[in-house]
T-cell receptor, first 115, second 110 residues
Framework: GAGVSQSPSNKVTEKGKDVELRCDPI?????LYWYRQSLGQGLEFLIY????????KSGLPSDRFSAERTGGSVSTLTIQRTQQEDSAVYLC?????????????FGQGTRLTVV | DQQVKQNSPSLSVQEGRISILNCDYT??????FLWYKKYPAEGPTFLIS?????DKNEDGRFTVFLNKSAKHLSLHIVPSQPGDSAVYFC?????????FGTGTSLTVIP
């Protein structure tokens, strides 16, 4: 497709289980971002990938969160030992470059519910 | 610590009137500002942006105003249409990161 694709669109998991969220960015986009939106909160930056550079992980809330980007394209966000406070909509975005002048295009998000 | 704030969680406007959505920020290093629009069950879509070197940017019915001294940003929609009903996020960036507000839900009443 032409846009950013995320899967699954919804995920319900039990507390303590691990989950993987997938993002397929727009072809050719070198920058990829993960954000999450918790209830009543703004979009919270998690991690940023730009080309072959080391990712900016400064937004990851704990060491239970990790992300990979294979081959400069698809990215996977992994949350280990999920907690109820991890429940949120996780959004992926991509752009041609990481410069602030470039607008990022978002996927539809994955709604994660930890029960 | 919320660096970008949208203090109005919701706004209702009559069709044809002007919608004004406000946004405040705290970091004077932000050099680029964006507005995103989000429909339910969809990701945010880019709407309009403005560089910190400008104070106004217009695109059709949408105009963004930037007041750097007040650290304030606003989005004007004129005339408002029912299809504009959505959640609007203000965002600011410096370097590689975007900082988003909590969003304002706009309802345009036919």
């Amino acid at each position: 497709g032409a846009g950013v694709s995320q899967s699954p669109s919804n995920k319900v998991t039990e507390k303590g289980k691990d989950v993987e969220l997938r993002c397929d960015p727009i072809s050719g986009h070198t920058a990829l971002y993960w954000y999450r939106q918790s209830l009543g909160q703004g979009l919270e930056f998690l991690i940023y990938f730009q080309g072959n550079s080391a990712p900016d992980k400064s937004g990851l809330p704990s060491d239970r969160f990790s992300a990979e980007r294979t081959g400069g394209s698809v990215s996977t966000l992994t949350i280990q030992r999920t907690q109820q406070e991890d429940s949120a909509v996780y959004l992926c975005a991509s752009s041609f470059q990481g410069a602030p002048m470039t607008e990022a295009f978002f996927g539809q998000g994955t709604r994660l519910t930890v029960v | 610590d919320q660096q970008v704030k949208q203090n109005s969680p919701s706004l209702s406007v009559q069709e044809g009137r002007i919608s004004i959505l406000n946004c405040d920020y705290t970091n004077s290093m932000f050099d680029y500002f964006l507005w995103y629009k989000k429909y339910p069950a969809e990701g945010p879509t880019f709407l309009i942006s403005i560089s910190s070197i400008k104070d106004k940017n217009e695109d059709g019915r949408f105009t963004v105003f930037l007041n750097k001294s007040a650290k304030h940003l606003s989005l004007h929609i004129v005339p408002s249409q029912p299809g504009d009903s959505a959640v609007y996020f203000c965002a600011a960036s410096t370097g590689n990161q975007f900082y988003f507000g909590t969003g304002t839900s706009l309802t345009v009443i036919p």
